[in-house]
């Protein structure tokens, strides 16, 4: 079959769609979906392709920040951020988000290098992968 529309509504919540899973469990549509995607490039200075992404900004070697198009509802949302350098060696890419700083549209986030031979942290840029779940506003 084939369903092509530009709006769904639940029938009994407007913001809810029950959706079969795996089995008999359900999910719910807007809860599942992503709701902030980027590829960021490896001198962070550039978003490579993203989705709700207004703008980054760049605040040094391994300092970054997302700025949402769309913000989300509260600061109580998850990001998962990932990096590869490319040739990491021995290092584990250790990206965290800044402590206090995520807000209902941005959140601010570091990137380092950690040597394994002395655990030493050094800032560096090399590609990133964010993504947002959480509650639209």
């Given at each position: 079959y084939?369903?092509?529309?530009?709006?769904?509504?639940?029938?009994?919540?407007?913001g809810?769609?029950?959706?079969?899973g795996?089995?008999?469990?359900?999910?719910?549509?807007q809860?599942?979906?992503?709701?902030?995607?980027?590829?960021i490039?490896?001198?962070?200075?550039s978003?490579?392709?993203?989705?709700?992404?207004?703008?980054?900004?760049?605040?040094?070697?391994?300092?970054?920040?997302?700025?949402?198009?769309?913000d989300?509802?509260?600061?109580?949302?998850?990001?998962?951020?990932?990096?590869?350098?490319?040739?990491?060696?021995?290092?584990?890419?250790?990206?965290?988000?800044?402590k206090?700083?995520?807000?209902?549209?941005?959140?601010d986030?570091?990137?380092?290098?950690?040597?394994?031979?002395?655990?030493?942290?050094?800032?560096f840029?090399?590609?990133?992968?964010?993504?947002?779940?959480g509650?639209?506003?």
């Amino acid at each position: 079959y084939e369903i092509k529309t530009n709006t769904f509504k639940g029938q009994t919540t407007a913001g809810s769609i029950a959706v079969q899973g795996e089995g008999t469990n359900t999910t719910n549509l807007q809860q599942g979906v992503c709701k902030c995607w980027a590829l960021i490039s490896a001198d962070g200075a550039s978003i490579l392709d993203s989705f709700n992404v207004s703008t980054i900004d760049d605040d040094g070697t391994g300092d970054g920040g997302i700025h949402f198009t769309t913000d989300m509802s509260s600061a109580n949302y998850v990001i998962q951020l990932t990096a590869d350098d490319g040739a990491a060696g021995s290092s584990v890419n250790a990206i965290e988000v800044t402590k206090d700083t995520p807000t209902s549209g941005s959140f601010d986030y570091e990137n380092n290098y950690v040597n394994s031979a002395s655990d030493n942290r050094t800032a560096f840029n090399v590609i990133r992968h964010i993504a947002v779940l959480g509650d639209l506003s």
